[in-house]
């Protein structure tokens, strides 16, 4: 049922109309619908049927009536006419490019010959000479076609490039040459047979031009990438592949004798209508944007044409080779086909290696795209910031990972100074590095490598934070592409941090995190040359804390450490911020001290330091007392780092030699001492491996009678260099030094030895003092030592008596107790030298299992004075006769002093008064003559007193 709206076109006379425009909407025509106004559908639709009512006319054969006649002439220039007018008003549509409305006006003109060209060979030439009209009537579409063929240049997708160009003038001039070869092998196939040879060369024509302009759309349908702009290019290379098969029907049919032409008058209106479609489709799809595919078969159909083309050439070719009868007309035109064959050859050979060529650029442009796509997408996704830099700092590009590593937006930071994101403390040193790397422009070595440096400085990130970063520039100024430096920049804050405690390590003490002994040289050596620039003297503080070592001994480790921090931090308030305080080992410290206009400033300092470190420790709820030895060294001209430091060492040691808490400025006279001190602990060492000691023996005899009792074993060193060298001298080298444990060893042997031989000659036995020192005390190979030398001497353990310092008694007392007790076990007796000259107490007395004290020489002088001088030493003996000790003096040198000294009580006792320390066969004579004969009643009480403790 009709609609109401088909009801009112009925009533308005518009039904037929409306129902075509239906019909036509219906249509499936490639690329979309076929038009939108309304007169383009009625005259698409009348030229529709009237080629179709003409078709079927002229099909029919209808007789060569006069109307027939004019409708077969009219017939092309009417659909002529139409196709004109669609392609002009395609040429005018703006929304087409300007290169295809200039092809539908081109086209426009090709289809205008037709009628023009009619007109004025109907009406002008055909009059005067109708063989001149026959001939241009022919020659007409060949201009056309030409006309048509540069149309199709203009389109977009014409080539533009030379390479392009070349190739397709290559499959133009194949196709032409294939053409004209197959015309002139027509030519001599016709040639006497009585055909019109004009007509038969000029349809060969038109079928060449046909071909070539039917190769050149298909080159433009396969590089055009749109879909509707492909389909008209099919519709038009329809149209002329539809006269270029009309054409060589024809020529076909002249060949058979037949020269009726009705196949081409019938393709010509169609051909042309053709075209007008393809204008109308060209118009109704322009807003059409769809992409059309690709594939491998476009690629091979668009390029068979050129090469089928060479094909009838080698076919004329073969067939005259193998036949046998020539041609009445003449001979076989073998020599010309044989030319024709190798031009063609050569044109497809040419347009081959053209095509490879292309390929290998298309490759190398594909290949440098993929790279730079490549390059693009790892700059894009890389986590390193990649910047180029003019040389002055200006940013010129960021990479994205800028926003991503730093929080900035690459986009504002372009056309900035990198200045704008520095720390202020690293600009000098990144616009240095620009600088550099700017220089250096190329390598020495051939130009060939680009500048590289490499940098650290901080950047900061969008958020404010400072992050540290390496970076790597390149220098890539003559590079056409880049013309910049290029900064490879990478996060390493994490990484800084890490070698920034690992250095800090590396140069500073673990437990007070003070400068350790590398980086404290380190900087005296600075400091030196800073000075040396400057005329100032560097000063340096060498400081060893006094006492601790009992400390550490009594109570523990831990306590130990926690008093080195503390004194750590008192050494902090006590200098400036500018000097440098370091730990260099143990309870050793330093001080460098710069800037110091006089040596009472360092005094100054060094006072300020021994007052903070005489003040009590508290550790573990108990008061700890330390000094510091301080020694203080200045720089002279020309001095090095390690003669700065020794000197400001030797001059410690000489503060703790006059006393504890001593501070002590180098003089260089101490050095030599110090250099003589180490000269006498070489040949100390030397004296030990070439056995240069000796032995003195001084007696020890009964005051009462002066009977000897005993002797007390004094070493006496015989260097083959310096002669008798006096104990005062290398003793207190040895007990630094730790050499008096080998030696203390060899006078106990060897006094055992002796003591054991005098007995066994004597048959009495003799009481053998050995002076035992702190440092054998401490070893804990002591006790088996003293059993082992009365083991090998087979001295009984109740003649040998050892000697041990009052102070001794006060270093690590737990240590000491332990040993001495084991000592005793052994059966032999302990004494105490030079008592009252130290800081016991008798609670120590009391613990220790001494058995003699021995009353200091200082006293004794003093015994027979008057004053005070007899009391003291008779305190020392009555305190013996308390704690059931024997008491024994030394230095005694006058009759009065033993007389005091038996006043007092005191039993025992040795000195120049008796006889001076003596050597082995001289204390023998001494003791056959003066030896005590019978036990003293002294020994029987200290017998008693050893089995009642």
Request: hydrophobic share 50%.
């Amino acid at each position: 049922m009709p609609s109401p709206a088909d009801a009112g076109s009925r009533r308005s006379g518009s039904y037929l109309t409306t129902n075509l425009r239906r019909s036509l909407d219906s249509i499936p025509v490639i690329g979309g619908p076929v038009f939108g106004a309304s007169w383009d559908r009625l005259l698409l639709a009348a030229l529709i049927g009237y080629t179709a009512l003409v078709t079927t006319w002229l099909a029919l054969g209808a007789p060569g009536v006069a109307r027939g006649s004019w409708v077969r002439s009219l017939a092309p220039q009417v659909v002529a006419l139409a196709a004109i007018v669609c392609a002009w008003r395609a040429g005018g549509e703006l929304s087409f490019d300007r290169g295809t409305r200039r092809f539908w006006k081109v086209i426009a003109a090709a289809l205008s010959i037709f009628p023009i060209a009619r007109v004025a060979i109907d009406f002008v030439l055909r009059p005067m000479s109708p063989d001149a009209a026959d001939l241009a009537v022919m020659i007409t579409p060949v201009a056309a076609e030409i006309v048509l063929l540069s149309a199709f240049l203009c389109l977009p997708s014409a080539p533009r490039s030379a390479v392009d160009r070349a190739k397709l003038l290559l499959d133009i001039g194949t196709v032409g040459v294939a053409g004209l070869l197959v015309t002139w092998y027509g030519l001599w196939m016709v040639g006497g047979s009585g055909i019109a040879v004009r007509p038969f060369a000029i349809l060969h024509v038109h079928a060449t031009l046909e071909l070539i302009v039917i190769l050149v759309a298909s080159v433009l349908w396969r590089r055009t990438a749109l879909q509707h702009r492909a389909n008209v290019l099919v519709v038009m290379a329809t149209a002329l592949l539809l006269q270029f098969i009309v054409h060589v029907l024809a020529i076909v049919q002249m060949t058979q004798g037949i020269t009726n032409f009705d196949v081409v008058r019938i393709a010509t209106p169609v051909s042309f209508a053709l075209i007008a479609a393809a204008a109308w489709i060209s118009i109704a799809t322009v807003m059409h944007r769809q992409v059309r595919a690709r594939s491998e078969r476009d690629q091979l159909t668009a390029s068979v044409i050129p090469f089928a083309a060479v094909l009838p050439g080698f076919a004329l070719l073969l067939k005259l080779a193998y036949s046998g009868t020539p041609h009445d007309g003449g001979t076989q035109p073998l020599l010309g086909l044989a030319i024709g064959v190798v031009v063609l050859t050569a044109l497809a050979f040419a347009r081959q290696f053209t095509s490879t060529k292309d390929a290998v650029r298309l490759l190398a442009e594909s290949t440098a795209r993929n790279n730079e796509a490549r390059f693009q997408a790892l700059v894009q996704h890389s986590s390193d910031v990649i910047m180029i830099l003019d040389p002055d700092g200006t940013i010129r590009y960021a990479s994205p990972s800028m926003a991503l590593v730093f929080g900035h937006d690459p986009a504002k930071l372009v056309a900035s100074r990198i200045e704008s994101i520095l720390h202020p403390e690293d600009l000098s040193s990144a616009l240095q590095f620009l600088e550099e790397l700017a220089r250096s422009n190329r390598s020495r070595t051939g130009g060939a490598t680009p500048g590289v440096l490499k940098r650290e400085w901080r950047i900061r990130h969008a958020n404010g934070a400072w992050l540290t970063v390496d970076n790597v520039g390149t220098n890539l100024l003559s590079e056409p592409v880049i013309r910049g430096l290029v900064l490879n920049t990478r996060d390493v804050t994490e990484q800084s941090v890490i070698k920034q405690q690992y250095m800090h390590q590396a140069f500073h003490d673990p437990l007070t995190d003070l400068a350790n002994r590398s980086l404290f040289l380190y900087q005296v050596g600075h400091a030196l040359a800073r000075a040396q620039r400057q005329s100032n003297a560097v000063t340096v503080l060498f400081l060893d804390l006094d006492n601790f070592k009992t400390v550490n001994d009594s109570l523990g480790h831990a306590a130990g450490d926690r008093l080195l921090v503390e004194a750590a931090r008192r050494l902090a308030t006590c200098v400036r911020d500018s000097d440098l305080i370091a730990r260099l080992g143990g309870d050793e410290f330093a001080v460098l001290v710069e800037d110091t206009a006089s040596v009472d400033e360092v005094l100054a300092i060094a006072d300020r330091v021994g007052v903070a470190l005489s003040k009590p420790f508290v550790l573990g709820g108990k008061e700890v007392f330390v000094n510091a030895s301080i020694g203080i060294a200045r720089s002279a001209r020309g001095e090095s780092t390690d003669e700065l430091v020794r000197n400001a060492d030797v001059a410690m040691y000489v503060a703790k030699t006059r006393g504890k808490g001593q501070h002590v400025l180098f003089e260089p006279e101490m050095h030599k001492a110090a250099l003589d001190r180490l000269v006498v602990e070489a040949d100390l060492r030397r004296a030990i491996e070439h056995d240069e000691f000796m032995l003195q023996y001084q007696p020890i005899v009964a005051l009462e009678t002066g009977d000897i009792i005993g002797a007390e074993a004094l070493v006496r060193w015989m260097c083959r260099d310096r002669g008798t060298v006096p104990p005062g001298l290398f003793i207190p080298i040895a007990e630094e030094t730790g050499l008096i444990v080998p030696i203390g060893r060899w006078v106990l042997r060897r006094a055992c030895r002796e003591a054991k031989r005098w007995t066994d000659e004597r048959g009495l036995p003799v009481r053998i003092t050995v002076n035992l020192s702190g440092r054998q005390l401490q070893e804990p190979g002591i006790v088996e030592d003293v059993r082992q030398a009365l083991a090998d001497s087979g001295l009984a353990a109740a003649q040998l008596v050892l000697e041990i310092t009052e102070s001794m008694l006060m270093h690590n007392t737990e240590l000491s107790m332990s040993r001495l007790n084991a000592l005793k076990a052994l059966g032999i007796s302990l004494a105490i030298d030079d008592f009252g000259t130290g800081y016991s107490s008798l609670s120590y007395l009391q613990r220790y299992p001494i058995d003699i004290l021995k009353i200091d020489k200082a006293f004794v002088d003093v015994i027979d004075k008057g004053g005070e001088g007899p009391v003291l030493a008779s305190a020392i003996v009555a305190l013996g006769e308390t704690l059931r000790m024997n008491t024994v003096a030394e230095g005694i040198e006058t009759e009065a002093q033993r007389g005091h000294l038996l006043t007092l009580g005191c039993e025992l006792g040795q000195g120049y008064l008796f006889a001076p320390p003596l050597d082995a066969e001289d204390f023998w004579h001494l003791l056959l003559a003066r030896g005590a004969r019978t036990p003293y009643p002294t020994l029987r009480r200290r017998e008693m007193s050893v089995k009642a403790a």
